[in-house]
């Protein structure tokens, strides 16, 4: 029995050896090459090719601009404004005459007697005969020595675009053109009659309060244009 045992034990040890022989020479075949193990891919270098850039996707429409980048809007020139023309100061020619060569001492007694010059005289501040005093006129007062009425009257002479200007005036500030003997008007103010005449190239401004209507004034105007130089 033990040597049973010991025989079988000889022929499986032969059996292995025989096995292990086989294994080895199926190895050493050139046809048989080794099966390749599963190896990681190596990463792609930094350098190896560019990434390739998202192409733009036209269904989704034109790219929305930068949030933060702002449009410099563009300058618009502004019309210049067009000069407008300063207008030129009104000027008299200057004119030199007494009081008593504009109406004559004759000519204020045809009047009316009882007016004399008024030795008190001012001309009044904003009047038309202060006005004439302003543009080289002059401006001369009388007294009616039984009513206290005054009588001032100014006399300025222009050239014809001057005399021109304040005719305009005048017709701006209105009044009725009958009843003076001459170009003009009159009308009232506080308590005044106001008159404008004009001959040739002279401008009369007169006010009282005792001239009522254009004939209360008419024959001092008449003597004056007769008195101007």
Known sequence: MGGMTGVRGMHVAAAIITVALIAGCAADEPGAA???????PPSASPSAAPSASPEPDDA???????ATASPTPSR??????SPTATPTALTGIRLQIACDRLLTPQDVYDY???????????VRAGSGPARAVELSGTACGWLNQTSTQ?????????????LQRVKSAAASAGG?????????????????GVVEAFTGSYWITAESS????PADVAPLL???RRNLP
């Open 222 to 224: 008449e003597a004056i």
């Open 210 to 213: 005792a001239f009522l209507e």
């Open 60 to 66: 989704d429409g034109p790219d929305e601009p930068d």
């Open 76 to 81: 618009t020139a502004s019309p210049s404004p």
């Open 34 to 40: 080794p099966e390749p193990s599963a190896s990681i």
């Open 150 to 162: 005054t009588y001032s009257i100014g006399v300025a002479r222009f050239d014809s675009a001057n």
């Open 176 to 192: 009725t053109t009958r009843g003076l003997g001459m170009e003009g008007y009159y009308r009232t103010e506080a308590g005044l």
């Open 112 to 122: 009316n007697p009882n007016i004399g010059a008024d030795p008190g005289y001012r």
